[in-house]
């Protein structure tokens, strides 16, 4: 629908200077409004307890990292173990939708097959279908394959490339590749296996960094899930650990509960940090 | 060997021909095995799971004891005497009307801004993208809460100016509109869609505006509105199908109980509640379809309207 019209040349402006000027000045404004609150919960989470309420300004008088020591240990399974857990999670829903939505899309958009228009259509109509519908019937069937409290309930469906807007993202992208180069290496004697292999897959690096990318951040992030199949806190994601902590600390210790919270945040920054124009060009895309 | 080459091209087609089902057997075989951890999920995890809980719609189950017939009564309760199930859609539809269009104004507003040529695009563009990845957190729900609380954030940057603000997540008549606020916060995706739609937009048909006198409000409702609207059309199906299923910040906020009285008690969340917290599988399936058709209905309606506003032959 729309090309990637994301690249940062510089138009020459048509207002004047004093416009510009302007719409810097309103631009910055709503930045630093937009901000406001995370770096307030990052400047709170260095504050000692007393400090946080009361003060709304963006540098702590006395740094402290009290609350990360609290937090980190304030629950009977410390937030390292969470945090493992997420881990173990997200990295084995990259490794799964990654491959599965690949071989899917491999399939859709380069090999001929009898019933292929079918199942592509198929495959778009679950895009639209609410998980809501699936849901009941998934946590039943787990429940019966006595995988609730392991993570295989979230973990396995990704490699069963459940998630159908990565098929189709990377549909898209393979059939940008240039067939010329399947059929070069097809007369050197390759099949489909090693096509997509050695040829489609190295080609589409930027497309699956992206599929990774959005996968990790979802997973990451996901409260759903885990807050359905996991019961037992030696298997709590850092989402489920962080509610829990809520919970139990209700209103009284908000410096711990910023520390976490930051903490929980902390690597989708630097996901932010390092691939924001994947992430950019891949929002634009999806349009 | 050449020779044989050359005079054979007869006999090279009946040797294709002669082959053709065998090879697009083996075509056919090769594209479902790439496509086999798919259709296992299809099968297993999407077609299957939806058809039983089509199937458990009709019926109450707890888990334990094996589902029991009930016919339609499941949906009987849910259209005439489910007054968490009117309050549900209340919320949830108050949420839609004012969620989606306030992010959409938004996300137009800042991406005309910044399409204007201003030096430190990318950098505005970061920042105001960062709430939209970080916003399905559960720490930004807790950081909300925070912000919205009696003694909060915003009540504390209040007071600078002499008003004493209530606490907006405990008072029923204002916790729905501190979610709003959540969800206009992260206008940053849309607004990427927008920009991208707006780079499309050629330069010299401003151009040629300009030069027929157009005043800045005609070219925006004659120009930029209308060439837009294909990018108009996918963000509101977008952003209106997300916002019937948002979950999490009402679930922080609310501690899970859709509170106060019910003014946070979002649709998953009650679904939630019936399924997870009561196990009522057959009541909480039958409202799985509700939404499946009132999302469903809301996107043919969509499409169906479309061809009376959205421009396809920029």
Known sequence: ?287 | MADTLIDAPASRQALAAAHAPETSWRESATGYLFLAPWLIGFFGLTLGPALVSLYLSFTDYDLLSNPRWVGAANYVRIATSDPKFSAAMHVTFLYVVLSVPLKLAFALLVAMMLNRGLRGLPLYRAIFYLPSLIGASVAVSVLWRQVFAGDGLLNQALKLVGIHGPSWISNPDTALYTLVALAVWQFGSPMIIFLAGLRQIPKDVYEAAEIDGASRSQQFWRITLPLLTPVLFFNVVVQTIDAFKAFTPAFIISGGTGGPIDATLFYTLYLYQEAFAYFRMGYASALAWVLVVIIAVFTALSFLSSRYWVHYDG
């Not at chain 1, 963006?58 to 945090?83: D, E």
């Not at chain 1, 829903?93 to 899309?105: E, K, Q, Y």
């Open chain 1, 1 to 287: 629908m729309v090309d990637l019209g994301t690249s940062d040349e510089i138009s020459p402006p048509r207002d004047g200077r004093r416009h510009a000027l302007l719409y810097h000045v309103v631009l910055c404004l709503a930045s630093i409004a937009m901000l406001y609150p995370l770096l307030w919960m990052l400047a709170s989470s260095f504050k000692p307890d007393s400090d946080i309420f009361g003060d709304a300004s963006l540098w702590p008088r006395h740094f402290s990292l009290a609350a990360y020591w609290r937090g980190w240990s304030g629950l009977q399974v410390t937030f390292g173990k969470f945090f493992l857990n997420s881990l173990v999670v997200s990295l084995c829903s990259v490794v799964g939708n990654v491959m599965s939505c690949s071989l899917a899309a491999y399939a859709f958009a380069r090999l001929k097959f009898r019933g292929q228009k079918f199942w592509f259509a198929l495959m778009l109509g679950t895009l639209m279908l609410p998980y809501h519908v699936t849901l009941i019937p998934q946590y039943i069937l787990f429940l019966n394959l006595d995988w609730v409290d392991t993570f295989l309930p979230l973990i396995v469906p990704k490699f069963l490339a459940v998630d159908a807007f990565f098929i189709f993202l990377l549909v898209q992208f393979f059939r940008s590749i240039p067939r010329e180069l399947d059929e070069a290496a097809m007369i050197d004697g390759c099949g489909p296996w090693r096509i997509y292999w050695i040829v489609i897959l190295p080609l589409s690096i930027p497309a699956l960094a992206t599929a990774a990318i959005f996968t990790f951040i979802w997973t990451w992030d996901d409260f759903f899930g885990p807050l359905i199949y996991l019961n037992d806190m030696n298997s709590y994601t850092v989402q489920l650990g962080l509610r829990s902590f809520v919970d139990s600390t209700g209103k009284s210790d908000w410096g711990a509960l910023f520390a976490m919270s930051t903490l929980t945040l902390l690597p989708l920054f630097v996901f932010f940090l390092f691939f924001q124009r994947l992430l950019i060009d891949g929002i634009a895309t999806m349009g």
